[in-house]
């Protein structure tokens, strides 16, 4: 847990709360540790978390937390079995409760079910609750929590992941109601290139153009187009090694390029 858990705790009391408001006091089981500060937030916000071995640092903690406090956590890697009575009836709803992060979510967003497409990124879990520690948040719709946001580039659905620093994007989104965007279809515009130069090498679905001594490697495929003087309706067959060519070119989520357009402008008659 180290450090950074606090807003998933957080997200924890806010989702406990919605069952017992009027607790103060709670239990967490968690196999990691809590190694940050014991007391966090101000005001009306403050709450103290204790990282207890035993049942002795949880007394400990319970009779030294602070009285400006408005709630009070302890962490703890101890089975339920091995708490004492006389410590669970201080607790909320007398239980610890594991951080499950999805689990959470659902109860935070009031939702009935999560959709599988999300639930298997467990960092997506650790964002919301991060965001929704400190927030109230609307219902959603239809019960479900979605991924419901579409990422496309050029003609391929993608994911998440790759969307990179830098990328140029058109972006749809809805408002929400506490004044946020939330996307709905982010474009991730695709790198375009034109290069002249020579074609030094011709392979079954893929040839490479020398240009001011760069190499630059081009894939084709049915959607390419060629054109060459004379030629009615010039095809891949048509390119050979040696002939100077335009290319217009598009880069793939992957990485590589692809030919949207090649222009034969000086051509070389192939040796019997």
Not at 8 to 14: L, V
Not at 65 to 93: F, H
């Amino acid at each position: 847990m180290g450090t950074d858990g606090n807003g998933a705790i957080r997200a924890q009391i806010r989702a406990i709360r919605s069952k017992a408001p009027n607790a103060k006091v709670f239990g967490i089981f968690s196999p990691g540790r809590w190694t940050g500060p014991s007391v966090h937030g101000a005001g009306s916000d403050e709450i103290a978390i204790y990282q207890c071995d035993s049942p002795l640092q949880m007394r400990l903690a319970l009779q030294g937390a602070p009285e400006t406090t408005s709630t009070t956590v302890l962490i703890t890697p101890l089975d339920q079995g091995k708490v004492n009575d006389d410590i669970l009836v201080r607790l909320a709803m007398r239980k610890l409760f594991p951080i499950k992060s999805w689990e959470i979510v659902r109860s935070l967003f009031k939702a009935k079910e999560l959709d599988p497409r999300i639930t298997r990124h467990a960092f997506l879990a650790d964002l919301l609750l991060e965001y929704a520690g400190s927030r109230d948040l609307p219902p959603v719709a239809g019960g479900l929590v979605d991924a419901d946001t579409v990422f496309i580039k050029g003609a391929q659905e993608v994911s998440y992941e790759a969307l990179q620093v830098g990328d140029r994007v058109r972006v749809k989104a809805v408002q929400q109601p506490d004044g946020a965007w939330l996307a709905r279809r982010v474009n991730i515009l695709l790198v375009q290139v034109a290069v002249r130069g020579t074609v030094t090498e011709k392979l079954e679905a893929q040839f490479t153009v020398r240009s001011a001594g760069v190499l630059y490697s081009f894939a084709v495929n049915d959607a390419t187009t060629f054109e060459k003087l004379g030629v009615a309706a010039p095809s891949y067959a048509d390119l050979n090694v040696y002939d100077t060519v335009v290319v217009n070119a598009v880069q793939q989520p992957e990485g590589t390029w692809l030919a949207v357009r090649v222009k034969i402008i000086v051509w070389t008659t192939p040796t019997p």
